[in-house]
């Protein structure tokens, strides 16, 4: 053995090699660690979008009521003199009264139809009451849902009345009139909005409102009441839905200033950019921008709406500057009820809170109803005011220069020379092209420029939880701006990549017309932004598929997609929103079937990028899903066939993806032609192949891929089924339990512990290990063979391990008809008795194929797969049984029997065992007599904590639910329910999916730009990881102190606890005080500094399985516990040894066909000492190694070998058998041990031999050394980790040789204690443990000496140690664990003092 006599080297190399040793801990991969590991496969909680209008609106009628009597002021307004006399921006003084009454009305038609062309518009100017009536009544005819506005001026009239009246005229004009809001309500109907622009108009709001409130109050009563004169009437409409502008409070005048119109509130809500800049100039504060006058403000040059002349642009940003403000200030829903919901009512809102900010400098505070929260103190108002000022400041200038606007495009023009897009107003761009981008921005107003700016200082520099960004719908505005569109699509991208929070706001605002609109420009540019900001939506609102759709938007992803050009990344994205829109939806697939959507992702499923692969075969899978063109299409493609590729891809989740699109190719319910069902086998024998994939996501998706083609194939399966029931029931073998040797027990244990039942998130079920672990009666049922013979199968055959005890209680089903034992049957007869029997299937057909092959799934070791397996299993054995029957009654006869193995009633041990009463059947049979219904209702029942039943034993309590239903009708009519003719067709089909789809769709919901919180310097994640690696310096540091200076003794106990039970493989954990103790089925954490029990769970093995080796994955960072059992299985489990739930990571079928070995029946003069060894430490279990494994961290491969014939290396990374190494030997592998730096793997073997195997090397030439001087089982194989590290082999005759890989004959022989059942070596102390059958342990130094001998425990009076079963050294501390079959588990160190 080589000395560490060279690790002792001066101090300073010694730091210098803790420091890199630190490095080392960055630098190691972590397995297991990815988001499917960790994230449950489901999409994200679908929110609930409130931005689509559900009722979008249009007023669509408008009453122009003008009681104005030109001339004759009313007589209770005392009016200034002089006044403010303008009505509509005209002097009613300067014509004769009639024709300025009707120029003021067509002016305000004018003013209103600027903001809604199509509205009917209807004047009444000086009206009577009757006049009034006839005008809201023919126009809420006309309207009939739709919107209608009534507009009042009582500039001429009397003020409201407190009783909720406004004034107009009789008909001679000779007195005013009173007219009832009551009224009004009544002819208006609802929806409508009230404008009221005359003194003390709150009044009437309030009035409004109780008449309103009456009118319920009066329905109310109409009701209850049939007699009342109401009920005969028809309903009137509910004032609810209206809205109401008023001038002023209920006790205010209106201004009248005369540098102020005297109709200032209509002035703001209809004209709001001239009544804002002159009372702009109307400041102080415009004295600073000199020669700016009233008069000049009438010559600012171009149109309101267009965005190319100065005022058109002030309107502009007029327009984001109000939508901003109420955005920020109103409730959401609010927000979209008054500014998004109707055109016209939107923009007088707008205009109101300009009202709000002018009138309220007269003293004069505008009501709105619904009431707005006040705006006129914004922030915003002062970037208006800086437009405005920069506006004004160059007016003079270009007044002086000339008023021909079309001149001044040049420098002079500054910033007014805005480009219109082409999308929107259908005006060219070539002006664009004509000038570069920079002159361009030099010409705008900064106004977009600088709100964006802002918009990006928010995205860069706030912190995570934060109030929305207030730029938000400038943003909006702003993508209408050629010039700013670009780097607008930019930040909205990085906002929207914040999370579905920041899209919904995003939405809310009203972003998907513009970006919808968007996708007509052809601009190459645009495209990467476009696609990203469609890839969000969608991964938020799949919904607007639709919109896509009609509005031809698929074509533009159809394009990107094509375009080779274009980043992976934005393909990706482009596929991803393909695979969206034609989800389930039938328009979207002819649509995208029409555009070679096939051809175009056939074309990159080989691209290097894993995720574009595993989008492409999505959005086949989806193309083609439920709609038979496009599965011809993909036929003539030969789709499948390409798809075959990526069912071996590196990467589970695009393998996944790939198994997902088969699926669905041969899920299509069209007719079946000879050809189509040639092709559905060839891809089910294909998908077969993925039956003992490493990733359970992928196991998971199979399930449901082969569903699909139980469904399509349903009568050829329920012939199979019915075969294998038939042969089910005939196959009998003889129970162990009359066939056993009487020491073919494991004693029972004296205090029965049950493994903590915390729920196991992993597991439906968490199943507790049996209370008493003799192999009783019960062990009828899974007929282990002991015997040898043409059907001898023992444990070692049962190449699955069983998860579906949590499937036959699991929540959502209600009892099954196939149990999982009578599965496994199945499943063992299937593969290991003659099938040629079978009638009707060929004994190779496909169907039988894929029946054994989910018959294997449902022994999965992964719950999630067998409870996939085991429904779609039980839904065709119920069909199978329902239509064999020829009458509708179960009775005893009617399923198929197994007669009982053992004198005891199979039926009445089930039920015991599950908690319900026996059934009414003569002899149960193995296929339970219950009958699952169709799932017609969803049933969520959370388990109690399992009880065992009286006397201790729970004999099937693996096999069956904690909790049953009881019969609630009786047993013959059970049937009654699922033969509804077609009613059973669903039992699969809707339940069975994975989620594996729009679990991959949250990638794309989630933040792509954010740092992830590993790599974050300041994150918690990463500080917990910073303080792990320090730890594990700390350790490594310590611990070589002492090992250097050697170790003379180790005997000192510093721990020793009772294991709840018999310890079958220990393991320390690297860096923490945490110990593993695992026993046939359980594993138990120990604190062996501070003595307490941490933790015990059900590692959910069959029965008839052990755990056989365990291993931590990860140990320097987040650790993960492997189990392997001797079935083969592999289980990875997190959170163990804290106050979390255990979970189930990942697990798998590590290694299929466990062989047999040396089984049989013993004969007392054949006894091997190997074999009798064996025995004694699990005398459940005769010979056979089980299964071992060796892990590198490194590079993340697993060894894993055992009763087989080849070393299996798998991938941890890509979750895949990467290779399988013949060992040449006609024994078992009973040790494991490998160097990543010299790919050297060693195996010590059940006939003596030590085989070294270089796996660089092809499988023929790999071996590369035998060594066959121990003459008996090698009970350890150790490969030295240094570079030139020697091999150390021990077997149970108790010599230790010493080989150097590269020559053929050992360098050393030591003898040590014969017996030997178990052996560790330290890794570093140079040190070696024996424990043997004789009950005691005898550590060695390398020299053979020894330099303890360990026979009794400390304390107990000296108690003697029982036969050792395992023992294991800490891979740095001089620390020893030992188990033995007296269930006690104790640990050994060198003197106290070092520690």
């Known amino acids: 053995m080589k000395m560490d006599s060279d690790l002792l080297h001066s101090p300073a190399v010694g730091l210098a090699e803790e420091e890199e040793a630190d490095m080392n801990d960055w630098k190691l991969p972590l397995a297991f660690m990815k988001k499917r590991h960790s994230e449950k496969i489901e999409g994200s909680k679908a929110l609930a979008q409130s931005w689509r209008m559900k009722d979008r609106m249009k007023t669509v009628s408008v009453a122009l009521v003008l009681c104005l009597n030109v001339g004759v002021d009313p007589p209770d307004v005392v009016k200034t003199s002089p006044c403010a006399r303008l009505e509509c921006w005209i002097d009613p003084l300067s014509m004769s009264p009639q024709k300025a009454l009707e120029t003021i009305g067509a002016n305000l038609q004018k003013q209103y139809e600027n903001w809604q062309p199509r509205a009917r518009y209807k004047q009444s100017l000086d009206p009577t009451v009757d006049e009034v009536k006839k005008l809201c009544t023919s126009l809420r005819r006309n309207a009939k849902e739709e919107r209608v506005l009534f507009h009042y001026n009582g500039h001429g009239v009397p003020r409201p009345t407190v009783n909720g009246e406004i004034w107009v005229f009789n008909k001679n004009y000779t007195q005013y009139i009173p007219l009832s809001i009551y009224d009004l309500q009544t002819w208006m109907g609802s929806p409508s909005i009230f404008v009221y622009d005359c003194s003390n108009a709150g009044i009437i709001v309030k009035s409004f409102k109780q008449f309103a409130l009456q009118r319920e109050q009066e329905l109310e009563v109409a009701a209850i009441n049939p007699s009342h004169p109401l009920a005969q009437m028809p309903l009137p409409p509910s004032m609810k839905n209206c809205i109401q502008l008023a001038a002023c409070e209920a006790s205010e005048l209106l201004p009248m200033n005369p540098d102020l119109p005297a109709d200032l509130f209509t002035s703001c809500l209809t004209t709001p950019i001239k009544i804002a800049l002159r009372w702009f100039c109307m400041q102080k504060s415009a004295k600073l921008v000199p020669g700016v006058t009233l008069d000049l403000i009438e010559k600012i040059p171009g149109r309101l709406n267009d965005r190319r002349t100065p005022l058109g642009e002030l309107n502009w940003i007029f327009t984001a500057i109000t939508d901003t403000i109420a955005w920020n200030v109103l409730p959401r829903d609010l927000f979209q009820k008054l500014f998004r919901q109707d055109l016209l009512v939107a923009s007088l809102f707008r205009n109101f809170l300009l009202a709000e900010r002018i009138m309220r400098s007269y003293n004069c505070t505008p009501v709105s109803s619904p009431r707005l929260p006040p705006t006129y103190m914004h922030a915003m108002w002062q970037a208006w005011d800086l437009a405005v000022d920069i506006c004004l400041s160059q007016l003079p200038t270009i007044i002086e220069e000339g008023t021909a606007f079309r001149s001044l495009r040049g420098a002079q023009g500054r910033w007014w020379t805005a480009e219109v897009p082409a999308h929107w107003s259908g005006v060219t761009d070539r002006s664009l092209h004509r000038r570069s981008l920079k002159t361009e921005e030099d010409e705008h107003s900064p106004f977009f420029a600088e709100q964006l700016t802002a918009f990006q200082v928010w995205l860069t520099m706030g912190v995570e939880n934060r109030n929305p960004p207030e730029q938000l719908p400038i943003v909006l505005q702003v993508l209408l701006s050629q010039v700013h569109r670009l780097r607008a699509l930019d930040l909205l991208g990085r906002f929207l990549d914040l999370g579905p929070w920041a899209v919904s706001l995003a939405l809310s605002v009203g972003i998907f017309p513009y970006v919808l609109k968007l996708l007509q420009s052809s601009a190459r540019e645009l495209r990467p932004l476009l696609v990203f900001i469609w890839a969000k939506i969608l991964a938020v609102d799949s919904s607007c598929q639709a919109d896509l759709v009609k509005d031809n938007g698929h074509k533009y992803f159809l394009s990107v997609l094509a375009d080779s050009y274009m980043p992976a990344e934005h393909r990706t994205m482009a596929v991803f929103i393909l695979a969206v829109i034609v989800n389930s939806y039938n328009t979207g697939q002819e649509a995208c079937l029409q555009g070679n959507l096939i051809a175009n992702c056939l074309e990159q499923l080989s691209d290097p990028h894993p995720l574009l692969r595993q989008w492409v075969a999505i959005c086949l899978g989806r193309i083609w899903q439920n709609f038979d063109p496009a599965r011809w299409c993909g036929v003539r493609d030969s789709a499948h066939e390409k798809l075959y590729t990526l069912l071996s891809d590196p990467i589970p989740e695009v393998r996944c993806a790939a198994v997902f699109a088969l699926g669905t190719f041969v899920g299509n319910s069209a007719e079946r032609t000879d050809h189509s069902t040639t092709i559905d086998h060839n891809v089910a024998m294909m998908l077969a192949q993925l039956i003992n994939d490493g990733s359970p996501v992928v196991r998971k998706e199979l399930v449901v891929a082969l569903s699909h083609l139980v469904v399509q194939y349903e009568s050829n399966f329920c012939t199979v089924a019915l075969q294998f029931i038939e042969e089910e029931k005939n196959y009998t073998v003889p129970s162990p339990a009359n ?156 399923l198929t029997q197994s007669a009982p193995a053992s004198p005891t009633s199979k039926g009445t041990h089930i039920h015991q065992a599950g908690g319900s009463p026996p059934m009414p059947s003569t ?363 020697h091999i150390i082999s021990v077997s149970v005759n108790g010599d230790v040789r010493f080989f150097e890989p590269r020559t053929p004959d050992s360098i050393n022989v030591l003898q040590t204690v014969k017996g030997l059942t178990a052996l560790d070596i330290h890794p570093q102390a140079n040190l070696f443990a024996c424990g043997s059958m004789n009950q005691f342990i005898a550590v060695y130094n390398a020299n053979g000496d020894v330099i303890s001998n360990i026979k009794y425990y400390d304390g107990f009076m000296g108690q003697r140690i029982g036969a050792i079963s395992c023992l294991a050294f800490h891979p740095y501390w001089p620390h020893l664990a030992v188990g033995s079959n007296d269930y006690y588990m104790s640990i050994y160190s060198a003197e106290k003092r070092l520690r």
């Open 739 to 894: 066939t056993a040797e009487p020491g073919n027990l494991t004693p029972v244990r004296d205090s029965p512990a049950i493994p903590r039942l915390r729920s196991v998130n992993s597991y439906t079920n968490i199943r507790a290990a049996t209370t008493a672990r003799n192999l009783n009666k019960s062990l009828q049922n899974l007929n282990l063979n002991e015997e040898g013979g043409p059907a001898a199968f023992s444990p070692g055959n049962l190449s699955t391990s069983s998860s579906a005890s949590s499937t036959l209680g699991s929540p959502d089903n209600d009892e099954y008809i196939l149990s999982f034992e009578t599965i496994d049957k199945m499943r063992r007869v299937s593969s290991y008795s003659s099938l040629n029997s079978l009638i009707g299937v060929s004994f190779n057909s496909v169907y039988t194929q894929i029946w054994r092959v989910l018959l294997h799934l449902a022994a999965d070791p992964f719950p999630e797969v067998s409870d996939l397996a085991m429904k779609v299993l039980n839904s065709i054995a119920y069909k199978a049984t329902m239509n064999a029957r020829p009458q509708r009654i179960l009775d005893s006869g009617s």
């Open 923 to 1285: 002899s149960s049979s193995s296929l339970t007599n219950e009958v699952p219904k169709p799932p017609a209702r969803e049933q969520t029942s959370t388990r109690p904590p399992y009880t065992p039943t009286l006397g201790g034993q729970a004999p099937h309590s693996h096999q069956f639910p904690r909790t049953r239903k009881m019969f609630d009708k009786g047993p013959e009519q059970a049937g009654e329910d699922g033969d509804e003719p077609g009613g059973h067709r669903n039992y699969i089909c809707p339940a069975l999916q994975t989620g594996l789809c729009d679990w991959s769709a949250k990638y794309f919901a989630q933040p792509v730009m954010k740092i992830p919180e590993e790599h974050d310097l300041e994150s918690q994640v990463r500080m917990e990881r910073q303080w792990r690696f320090l730890r594990n310096t700390r350790v490594r540091r310590q611990s070589r102190g002492i090992t250097q200076r050697g170790v003379s003794r180790l005997d000192d106990q510093i721990f020793i606890n009772r294991n709840p039970g018999v310890p079958s493989v220990v393991k320390f954990h690297p860096f923490n005080t945490c110990i593993a103790v695992a026993d046939k089925d359980s594993i138990c954490f120990w604190d062996w500094e501070k003595g307490e029990r941490l933790d015990y769970f059900y590692n959910g093995n069959p029965r008839y399985t052990r755990i056989t080796a365990m291993e931590y994955l990860n140990g320097h960072d987040c650790s993960l516990l492997l189990t392997a059992t001797d079935d083969g299985a592999l289980r990875i489990w997190k959170n163990f040894a804290d106050q979390k739930n255990p979970e189930m990571v990942t697990a798998w079928q590590g290694l299929s066909d466990m062989l047999p070995t040396t089984r049989g029946q013993p004969s007392s003069s054949a006894h091997s000492l190997a074999r009798r060894v064996s025995i004694y430490l699990d005398r459940s279990k005769q010979g056979g190694a089980g299964m071992v494994v060796d892990w590198e961290q490194e590079t993340g491969l697993l060894m894993t070998s055992g009763d087989v014939r080849v070393i299996r290396i798998w991938d941890t990374d890509r979750e895949m058998k990467v290779q399988d190494i013949p060992t040449g030997a006609d024994s078992c592998v009973t040790s494991l041990s490998c160097d990543s730096q010299r790919s050297l793997i060693v195996a010590g073997l059940g006939d003596g031999s030590v085989r070294v195997f270089d796996r660089r090397m092809g499988p023929n030439e790999c071996r590369v050394m035998t060594y066959r001087e121990h003459g008996a089982w090698v009970v350890k194989a150790h490969l030295q980790k240094e570079t030139d590290g």
